[in-house]
């Protein structure tokens, strides 16, 4: 299967199940056809192959014209829905839309590709569960082959298809006549497709008509209908071999968008970045592992500190019974020896700052400009311009255990209060 591309032709059927077959063409990878037939997808008959496009049926597929705002691709994509709706008989959440391209490089009008959302999510069910996964989706159209400013046309049968440069096609019917002498010994009608004439009509109504149409037989001899195909279209026929079936280049189109996205696409992106993927899931585990062990070091340390701790309490205040949290209960103990010992606490100084905090609010507008808190004690320095109100301070102050009123010449008191013993 290495380096083996297949090409498979969807069939125009409603619907699909295993007894479905198809036709395809195996290609080596310089596109050289290897071998081709037609068979069940379940039972072998059609080979694998590592890179696979399908052929959906041109009558599947409507091709529709509409211009699009100049945005990045993913608010077109998004907008594509709304800007083809009134284009569509049809509710356009049923329809499955792809952008082929600008008619023109300077144009903003756009070729879109609708397709019955429901009917092609079929198809790719059907392969799916014959283990078949498509890369790429192209219409028949785009097999055609064309050059610019020329259509290529292919006429099968009853039916006929056109394609423009730009990837717009037509399908048509040849409507054969019955009547005598309008028809040839090969079928081909000397009155061209109504449809195709009116296609060609509207390419000339929009300036896109083709300089030449370029239609592919089976033997490229000329004969009368081509002649009056050619006065009738009022454009240049020419006849041609159609050439065998190559591969479709990416430029062709892709119909697996969105939604019908292939699984694989970004398995070549997954491939390249596998090294650093794998480098960075590395990195991940010897993270996990380091912080694991950090964890694990901290966590001892903490139970060797605690330990440490109880012991040191145990020996300090050895008539103590329960010992939950040594920390706190030494902290306890250490300030109610330093209470007892006329030594000032943390205590005690936030007493001390909620006293004077309360004095120097008793004076409207008064705002502290330098706080100095101390064990046991805390002090203000606020200038009071003012007499009356330092004399407002000092009485607070005189009404206050254990506070201090000075005043320099620059009218800053200072206010201080010590913790009572």
């Known amino acids: 299967m290495q380096n083996l591309q297949l090409l498979l032709y969807v069939p125009d059927l409603a619907s699909f199940d295993a007894q479905t077959s198809a036709s395809w063409l195996l290609f080596d990878r310089q596109s050289n056809l290897l071998r081709e037939g037609t068979g069940l997808l379940t039972t072998g008959d059609v080979p694998r192959a590592e890179h696979v496009v399908i052929v959906i049926p041109a009558r599947r597929i409507v091709c529709i014209e509409t211009p699009l705002p100049p945005v990045s691709a993913q608010k077109r994509d998004a907008l594509l829905r709304y800007a083809i709706e009134d284009k569509l008989t049809i509710d356009p959440s049923t329809v499955h839309a792809v952008i082929l391209g600008p008619v023109s490089a300077k144009s903003n009008t756009h070729v879109i590709a609708a397709i019955d959302r429901l009917w092609f999510a079929g198809a790719l069910r ?123 280049m990416a430029s062709a189109g892709n119909l697996l968008t969105g939604d019908f996205a292939p699984r694989s696409a970004n398995r070549g992106w997954m491939v390249l970045f596998k090294p650093a993927i794998a480098m960075a899931a590395s990195i991940a585990i010897l993270q996990l592992g380091f912080t694991v062990v950090d964890a694990w070091r901290l966590d001892q340390r903490r139970r060797a500190i605690e330990a440490d701790m109880t012991q040191v309490f145990k020996e300090a205040f050895p008539k103590a019974q329960a010992i939950v949290d040594p920390a706190l209960q030494m902290q306890r103990n250490l300030d109610t020896m330093k209470r007892d010992a006329g030594l000032g606490s943390a205590d005690d100084a936030r007493v001390a700052l909620a006293q004077l905090a309360a004095i120097v609010k008793s004076v409207p507008n008064l705002v502290p400009q330098n706080i100095t808190i101390l064990e046991g004690s805390a002090s203000a320095e606020v200038s009071v311009p003012d007499s009356q109100q330092q004399r407002t301070l000092q009485s607070r102050i005189s009404e206050t255990p254990n506070a201090t009123f000075a005043v320099d010449a620059r009218n800053m008191v200072r206010l201080t209060i010590k913790a009572a013993r």
């Open 126 to 248: 059907w392969l799916h569960d014959a283990g078949i996964e498509p890369e790429q989706a192209v219409s028949a159209a785009a097999l055609i082959p064309v050059v610019a400013g020329e259509w290529g046309v292919v006429l099968e049968g009853a039916h006929g298809l056109a394609r423009r440069p730009d990837g717009f096609a037509y399908s048509f019917d040849m409507e054969k006549r019955a009547e005598r002498g309008n028809a040839e010994a090969s079928g081909i009608p000397l009155e061209p497709p109504f449809s195709l004439v009116l296609a060609l009509k509207e390419a000339r109504d929009q300036q896109v008509s083709p300089s030449q149409l370029t239609v592919f037989a089976d033997q490229a001899t000329d004969t009368p209908w081509v002649n009056a195909w050619q006065q009738a279209f009022d454009c240049p026929v020419r006849l041609a071999v159609l050439p065998p079936v190559r591969m479709p």
